[in-house]
């Protein structure tokens, strides 16, 4: 269970990006995080992991406190939180396979990290969940050989071999063309309950916020303005979070939304 | 169509304004008047340069036919130039990629750290491989090791800078990832950093041992090893011949290491 409460983060001296943001996701739950670019989101599910140090408040993961974290203790805490990028932010040069057993570098020795000589186990679970995702016949191409939808499997892969108690997922589908970005998204979902691994997903495409999670909470100059099921997300609350925002370079963000409202 | 006429005629232009060219005209006289005061002030006594032909010519027949009896012993000095060069590269490595990874904005721990590298990098540059030599022939006496320290320290400055270039270019997000997994920093490095800089490494490493070849050849001439001790020494005693032969060779050396080196690039880039 991630409990996230009053956490506030502040860059510099400027405005607070987050203002005392509360959230609890429980169980195997897929929750979807939507908003206008600067809402926040990104801070949110980069507070969580600590890839942003958040300014006060408390986030909770399964009863252990992670605000306050350092060294060893910190690192020992990211093991068990999975993340996948927006740009997927795998090794180019690298293959498929050590990409995905970077996932364990939390867990092995740095002698195994550099010699590659991952425990048996590790190589073992690499080839299910790459078989289970379809890229297992990769295994030793170069990451960068790979097409978008197949970068973000190995992406995917990668914060599942973790053993994550939670996968943060931060705009998983915007480098993606609209048909790949649906194959990953039902990818996410079909994987949380497989795993029972409670899932946030940062999204920019309300349709398939409402598509494929369980729960969508919806943020707004770093408040929560939005908490319901896709079923109560309407165009009051699309309103509500995208509306009357008038900085130019978010319209292209805010009328997709608008469409989607009017057609069910 | 009035209007455009009206365009037409009224917009002259010109590449430069007035204050542009009396600018360049003053850079044009200070770079003038720096020639002419650099001839003057230097001193060169013209006769002899007006003799170079015939000293060229009297040279060149003292050096013909290169003398080829001392050819085990130039092979020699040779492959220790090679030595000097191929090892002081290689222990290089060891100092240059610590002190560019403190040296690199995006990696040092801090500050301090940060001007400590690059006061490391610009010692080592700004100070030429012969006076660096002099230093450790001064030190350790005259001999390889005084040559290979003298490479060395100027090697550092120059793939250390290199390095930490490379280094400050790498894309952060796969950095950013490997933090998320839980990775500890020597791990992020491996990872993260190192497949992406290792392209840039070896292109450097053999550029500086192509390098490095060239500068062990003068090394000699302070007394620091390599085929420069016998050159200086066929020069002290006149042995013009011999002195072609050794020339022959260093230029030999210089287009073998130099077709080496274009190949190993290939292969890597």
Redo the contacts between chains.
């Keep these: 269970m991630l409990e996230i409460s009053n956490l506030v983060k502040r860059y510099g001296s400027d405005a607070p990006v987050l203002k005392g943001l509360d959230l609890v996701v429980e169980g195997n739950t897929v929750v979807s995080v939507v908003g206008a670019s600067g809402a926040g989101k990104s801070t949110m599910l980069r507070c969580i992991?600590r890839?942003v140090e958040p300014t006060s408040g408390s986030i909770q993961l399964n009863g252990r406190e992670l605000v306050n974290l350092r060294g060893a203790n910190l690192?020992?805490?990211?093991?068990?939180?999975g993340?996948v990028?927006q740009?997927f932010?795998?090794?180019?040069?690298?293959t498929v396979m050590?990409n995905v057993l970077?996932?364990?570098?939390?867990y092995v020795s740095?002698y195994q990290?550099?010699t590659r000589k991952f425990p048996q186990t590790d190589i073992d679970r690499a080839f299910h969940l790459m078989d289970r995702v379809g890229i297992a016949h990769y295994a030793n191409k170069r990451a960068d050989e790979l097409s978008g939808g197949e970068r973000q499997r190995v992406?995917v892969v990668?914060a599942l071999m973790?053993e994550p108690e939670i996968l943060l997922a931060d705009e998983p589908t915007a480098s993606l063309d609209p048909k790949t970005s649906e194959q990953i998204m039902v990818l996410l979902q079909s994987l949380a309950s497989e795993l029972s691994l409670p899932v946030l997903i940062n999204i920019h495409n309300v349709s398939q916020a409402r598509t494929y999670t369980d729960r969508i909470v919806g943020l707004r100059n770093g408040q929560m303005i939005f908490d319901g099921t896709p079923g109560e997300f309407n165009q009051e609350a699309l309103d509500a979070i995208y509306g009357g925002i008038e900085a130019p370079d978010e319209t292209g963000g805010e009328e997709q939304p608008t469409e989607e409202a009017q057609t069910p | 169509m009035v209007e455009q006429t009206a365009e037409l005629t009224a917009r002259p232009w010109t590449r430069y304004s007035r204050k542009e060219r009396w600018i360049r005209f003053a850079i044009y006289f200070v770079t003038l008047f720096a020639v002419v005061w650099a001839i003057r002030d230097i001193d060169i006594f013209w006769p002899w340069v007006w003799d170079a032909p015939t000293q060229i010519q009297n040279l060149g027949s003292r050096m013909w036919p290169p003398e080829f009896e001392a050819w085990s012993a130039i092979l020699n000095a040779m492959l220790e130039t090679v030595h000097i060069a191929t090892l002081s590269t290689m222990l290089t490595i060891f100092i240059a990629l610590p002190v560019s990874y403190i040296a690199a904005q995006n990696t040092t721990p801090n500050r301090l750290t940060l001007w400590i590298g690059r006061f490391i990098l610009v010692s080592s540059r700004s100070v030429n491989t012969i006076i660096w030599a002099l230093l450790f022939v001064a030190i350790f006496g005259p001999g390889v090791l005084a040559g290979i320290l003298a490479v060395m320290f100027r090697s550092v400055g120059f793939i250390g800078k290199l390095m930490g270039e490379a280094i400050e270019e790498i894309d952060r997000r796969p950095v950013e990832a490997m933090e998320a997994t839980g990775a500890s920093r020597m791990k992020v490095v491996l990872f993260g950093i190192v497949p992406q800089v290792m392209p840039a490494f070896f292109a450097i490493v053999i550029l500086r041992w192509d390098i490095n070849i060239r500068e062990s050849t003068v090394l000699g001439l302070v007394g620091a090893g390599g085929i420069g001790v016998l050159l200086q020494g066929s020069i002290d005693t006149f042995a013009w011949q011999t002195v072609a032969t050794i020339l022959l060779a260093i230029i030999g050396l210089v287009l073998l290491g130099e077709a080496l080196t274009s190949m190993l690039r290939k292969k890597v880039l």
């Design positions: 992991n890839l690192r020992h805490a990211r093991r068990k939180i993340m990028f740009g932010n795998l090794i180019d040069r690298l050590e970077a996932g364990r570098l939390g740095l990290a550099m992406g990668r973790q």
